[in-house]
T-cell receptor, first 117, second 112 residues
Framework: DGGITQSPKYLFRKEGQNVTLSCEQN?????MYWYRQDPGQGLRLIYY???????QKGDIAEGYSVSREKKESFPLTVTSAQKNPTAFYLC????????????????FGAGSRLTVL | KQEVTQIPAALSVPEGENLVLNCSFT??????LQWFRQDPGKGLTSLLL?????REQTSGRLNASLDKSSGRSTLYIAASQPGDSATYLC???????????FGAGTRLTVKP
């Protein structure tokens, strides 16, 4: 079955540690995204990538880093510079927009919950 | 900057009721609008996507409408069931970029 796999589902981090969240998709989607979800707030975009070896910052990129070495993979590293990393992290993918009538249906992974101890 | 608002934040209804969830957005220059469902601790599942040129989309008991000029969308759920209990989020894709903007969601509880 095609889909997006995020791992780990739960992750605990000590102060000052970097942690990496994995996101793999087998949908042959070009675009991949990382969102952060906090209680009572909408999803906020951290980074997105439309093509291998290229990515763009979203609204809240500070304290995070990503790589896109393969089309299928878009790992997110939460660095020690992120002062409030406890949140639910969601990875998504989509086909690229194609003109004004193009669709951009996002497919989401199951999420990773990060807690700072 | 596009802002998306969903009202109410939470809604509780008895089983069998028809209900409407509301979504408003500040900039009408959008490619499409999507409604998602999120179960607790899970990812989002796409329910309906409305292109900017469309007025509504239907899937089973769900009907979503879009009034782009007024910056509003509604999700109508007919004959609600306890299994419909979840958080429903709407999101708009701006015309000029790939940064989809999400509302905070409406948490729906359908009581048996």
């Amino acid at each position: 079955d095609g889909g997006i796999t995020q791992s780990p589902k739960y992750l605990f981090r000590k102060e000052g540690q970097n942690v990496t969240l994995s996101c793999e998709q087998n949908l042959n989607h070009d675009a991949m995204y990382w969102y952060r979800q906090d209680p009572g707030q909408g999803l906020r975009l951290i980074y997105y990538s439309q093509i291998v070896n290229d990515f763009q910052k979203g609204d809240i990129a500070e304290g995070y880093s990503v790589s896109r070495e393969k089309k299928e993979s878009f790992p997110l590293t939460v660095t020690s510079a992120q002062k409030n990393p406890t949140a639910f992290y969601l990875c998504a993918s989509s086909r690229l927009q194609q003109g004004i009538s193009g669709a951009n249906v996002l497919t989401f992974g199951a999420g990773s919950r990060l807690t700072v101890l | 900057k596009q802002e998306v608002t969903q009202i109410p934040a939470a809604l509780s209804v008895p089983e069998g009721e028809n209900l409407v969830l509301n979504c408003s957005f500040t900039d009408s220059a959008i490619y499409n609008l999507q409604w998602f469902r999120q179960d607790p601790g899970k990812g989002l599942t796409s329910l309906l996507l409305i292109q900017s040129s469309q007025r509504e989309q239907t899937s089973g008991r769900l009907n979503a409408s879009l009034d782009k000029s007024s910056g509003r969308s509604t999700l109508y759920i007919a004959a609600s069931q306890p299994g419909d209990s979840a958080t429903y989020l709407c999101a708009v894709l701006p015309y000029n970029n790939n940064d989809m903007r999400f509302g905070a969601g409406t948490r729906l509880t359908v009581k048996p």
